[in-house]
């Protein structure tokens, strides 16, 4: 638990890094022209909401990947005892270490989402307005965090689903209890939809 709530920071902690990273190289440079000069160099002042939307797209995919990595790396652990001592509860573990996965699928989905609506799948993301850019960002946050947090608990009460398997020989109500858990990342996942759906980008 320890060693989660540090991994837990240092990703948060590099999400408000890449937000301000963001902020430095995606802000235009003062002016109204697409290209002014400055010192008689050109300097390039078209939208930068591009480098925003690429950072959400990373943040969509890369938190909750993580996340179902661990996720289902301690359940697959779990599984694995259960299958040498009795392999015919292996189809029942299974379903335990296949649920901490759905939350690297959601990031997929909303990283998807966020490339086909900024445009980046088309190639027309560098003509990306910065606000606009800013708030496909924001959009991936909620899937991100929640996804990234979900998939670890979640985890946590399928290895407690895998002892009930080892124990009765099926899931029981442990596989209701792993879902519940997914519960808050499914609505995560609704939330980052309507955000991305609602960028405005054609207006």
Excluded at 32 to 38: A, C, K, R, S
């Amino acid at each position: 638990m320890k060693k989660f709530r540090k991994f837990a920071a240092v990703a948060i902690i590099a999400i408000l890094a890449l937000a301000v990273c963001g902020a430095v190289f995606a802000e235009p440079a003062p002016g109204g022209d697409p290209m002014m000069t400055v010192g008689g160099a050109p300097v390039d002042n078209t939208p930068k909401g591009y480098i925003w939307a690429a950072l959400g797209c990373c943040v969509a995919m890369i938190l909750p990947g993580i996340g179902s990595a661990l996720g289902v790396g301690m359940a697959g652990r779990a599984a694995a005892g259960v299958a040498a001592e009795d392999p015919e509860k292996s189809g029942a573990c299974l379903m335990f270490e296949l649920l901490p996965a759905t939350q690297g699928l959601y990031g997929f989905v909303i990283a998807m989402f966020i490339a086909v609506f900024s445009g980046i799948l088309s190639g027309s993301v560098m003509n990306l307005a910065t606000d606009l850019g800013r708030s496909f960002f924001y959009a991936s946050l909620p899937i991100g965090v929640v996804g990234l947090v979900s998939a670890y608990f979640q985890s946590r009460v399928c290895c407690a689903g895998i002892g009930i398997v080892a124990k009765q020989g099926n899931g029981g109500m442990g596989i209701t209890f792993a879902i519940m858990v997914e519960l808050y990342a499914i609505l995560a996942l609704i939330i980052s939809i309507l955000m991305v759906v609602g960028v405005p980008v054609n207006a």
